[in-house]
């Protein structure tokens, strides 16, 4: 099992509808979650980071569920700019370490 | 501006000859990396660095050097670089004790790389 498996898409989704990305991750000590954001051609940027109660930032909810190892993105009311890839990543460090994981990304084309 | 910088931006070069990539942040962060992204395969770690004099193997370090005498550059070196290091690069960047902040990474760029 990858150590971070994402649906590499693309999904194809028409503005205003609602997407939903899953993650799975197969360190169960895994301790930190987060999904980046990539534009074509550009650098990774910090989306949000995931908690194990969930969070939420304006159209945007993330959710944790160890039980199972799996993350997921929610994107509500899906705009034109929310089309890029999207890179779900995982910390599983041990002390004194720098063990930090990206899965491959999942794409995202918001039609208008 | 806080950022991390890379340079250079692309480079076209051959099979053989030396080449260093740099990469400097502003931060003051502790913790520095080099990914590679290639298609189908997404970035993964070649080296990273906690701490100055302090670097370690990331997934795929074959191939590759990094040296961290200050701690704001960590330059990647390709001593005999070959066509499959043909590549895009990034160099990132993070404060550990940063509080709920600590795990996010700030990456340059990106330096597009390839060996002919």
Known sequence: RKEVEQDPGPFNVPEGATVAFNCTYSNSASQSFFWYRQDCRKEPKLLMSVYSSGNEDGRFTAQLNRASQYISLLIRDSKLSDSATYLCVVNSSPVGDDKIIFGKGTRLHILP | ?116
């Not at chain 2, 005999?80 to 990456?107: H, I, K, V």
């Open chain 2, 1 to 116: 501006e806080a950022q991390v910088t890379q340079n250079p931006r692309y480079l076209i070069t051959v099979t053989g000859k030396k080449l260093t990539v740099t990469c400097s942040q502003n931060m003051n962060h502790e913790y520095m990396s080099w990914y590679r992204q290639d298609p189908g395969l997404g970035l993964r770690q070649i080296y990273y660095s906690m701490n100055v004099e302090v670097t370690d193997k990331g997934d795929v370090p074959e191939g590759y050097k990094v040296s961290r005498k200050e701690k704001r550059n960590f330059p990647l070196i390709l001593e005999s670089p070959s066509p499959n290091q043909t590549s895009l690069y990034f160099c990132a960047s993070r404060d550990p004790s940063a509080g709920s902040s600590y795990n996010e990474q700030f990456f340059g760029p990106g330096t597009r790389l390839t060996v002919l």
